[in-house]
Structure formats: C-alpha cells, structure tokens
C-alpha cells in the first residue's frame, strides 16, 4: 500500500514508535529510524526491519532536543531516500509534580521534546512535501492533548500544544497535498504501565487483573488497554490514499477517556 514511499518515526527504537515503524514497513514503506538506545541492538533491529520486510530502512540518533540535529536527520532522509513523504512525530518523555515543586528544567525538556521537536520536524520536511503535492505528517499526542490530569503540567501543556501545531499545519498545507493529523492514545500497556499495575495488586493483594481494571477505571471506561500496533495501525491508515481528505483531526484512541 506504501511501497516506495519513506515514513521517518521519531522515537522508534522502541513503543509507541517502534510498533509504529513496523506497521508501516509491513505495509512497504522504507523507515528513517531514530531513538536512543544500545548502537548495537540498534543496528540489529534496523537490519531486521530490511531482512523481514524487504525495505530499506537507516538509522539517526538525532537529539530531539535539539533543532540542528532535528534538521540534519530530515537533510539526511532526504538525501538517502529522496524524500520523507511520511512523518511521525512520537519521541516523548514524562515527569510527573505538582506545579509548584516542577522542575524548570523538567518543563523545559518536556516542551522541547514533546512538542518543539515536531515543530522542527515539520518546518524542515514540509517545503519538500509541498513541492512533491504529496505529504503525510502524523502527531501522536495523547487523551491528555484533550483533557488534563493533576501533576503532568509540561505534558499536558506539550500535548495541547501539539494539537494546535497539528491544525495549524493541516490549514496551511490544505491545498499542497499534504495533511495533517493527531493520535490521541489513552492507557498504553508499556513496561511502566506493567510496573505501577504490579506494585497495585501487591499492595492491595489483588489479582493482577484486578488491578489493571482499577488502573484503567481511573481514567477510561474500556477495561482494556490500547496497544501499541493499534496506533501504528491507525497512523497507516491515516497515510493511506483513503484519508486524503482527513486532515487537522485529533483521533482518539483511549477506549472512551474522553467521551466521558
């Protein structure tokens, strides 16, 4: 479906992005990788993606804190590639204080990576895909780009604004071919969802269901996470030529979070 086309995934040495990668390769993009990570499992998972895919796919350990190494990673997409016609803006990280004990530079490198590093992305990538007619640009965001939760301030600042970048960009590029959109995932199964799920039951001597229904009921009606592959599912679908027309939508995908 995406054959000869090249998809670049912040953050996908692993999660969200590396799932993502992975739909996208299953269905015949060449992938720009990038995360943080051991060089040589690195190196063995970019291998793997070619061997069982039969794609092309580089690696970049840009900083995504940093706007110069943002841009040489576009620069060098373009160069190995010929274009990104597919961004996925994922890399993400997380503190959690209340406002007045938030560290300022806690803030600062959540609003640089959470939501700077997609500004850069975009403002490097997108005069290529306008002059091509053709451009994919996907954010994933978060149910908390829609709604708040105590003691994630920076997130959650950083995901809204994210959302408002995502519009933006979909009304300028409306006409150029290229669109715009946002993944809003609600509960994700990762390995520190799977920690605080096992501390719960044992403190309250629950089965570990048990506790992964109270840790769910907090938030979303669905007492079942969303996965990984879901979102890089819906992220192929929203590259796909039946989406052409979606463009600066936040889709949320969090088991009914914020229908509520």
């Known amino acids: 479906m995406l054959n000869g086309k090249t998809a670049l995934v912040t953050g996908s040495t692993s999660g969200i992005g590396l799932a993502t990668a992975r739909m996208f390769a299953k269905n015949g993009a060449n992938l ?6 051991d060089g040589g499992e690195i190196e063995k998972l970019r291998a793997g993606f070619e061997k069982e895919f039969k794609i092309k796919a580089h690696y970049s350990g840009a900083d995504m804190s940093k706007p110069d190494e943002i841009a040489g990673m576009i620069r060098d997409a373009e160069k190995e590639f010929g274009a990104v016609d597919i961004l996925i803006n994922n890399a993400g990280i997380q503190h959690v204080a209340k406002i007045e ?3 300022p530079e806690k803030w600062d490198a959540i609003i640089a990576i959470n939501l700077s590093s997609s500004f850069h992305t975009i403002r490097t990538a997108l005069p290529a895909m306008k002059k091509k007619k053709w451009g994919r640009i996907i954010n994933i965001a978060s149910a908390h780009g829609l709604v708040a939760s105590g003691e994630k301030a920076a997130y959650v600042a950083a995901k809204h604004g994210l959302i408002g ?9 409306a006409n150029d071919g290229v669109t715009c959109n946002a993944i809003c995932p609600g509960w994700v199964l990762t390995p520190l969802v799977q920690k605080q799920i096992d501390a719960r039951a044992k403190a309250a001597g629950q089965k570990e ?3 992964e229904i109270a840790l769910l ?3 979303q009606p669905m007492h079942k996470f969303t996965t990984p592959e879901h979102i890089g599912n819906l992220a192929v679908f ?3 030529d039946a989406a052409e ?9 969090d088991g009914g979070w914020v229908a509520q």
């Open 32 to 37: 720009m990788l990038n995360g943080f990570g």
């Open 165 to 173: 970048l995502t519009k933006v960009v979909a009304i300028e590029a």
């Open 245 to 253: 027309s979606i463009t600066g939508s936040a889709y949320s995908i």
């Open 101 to 103: 004990d938030f560290p």
């Open 217 to 219: 009921s907090e938030k």
């Open 238 to 240: 929203l590259a796909s």
């Open 209 to 211: 269901r048990e506790a």
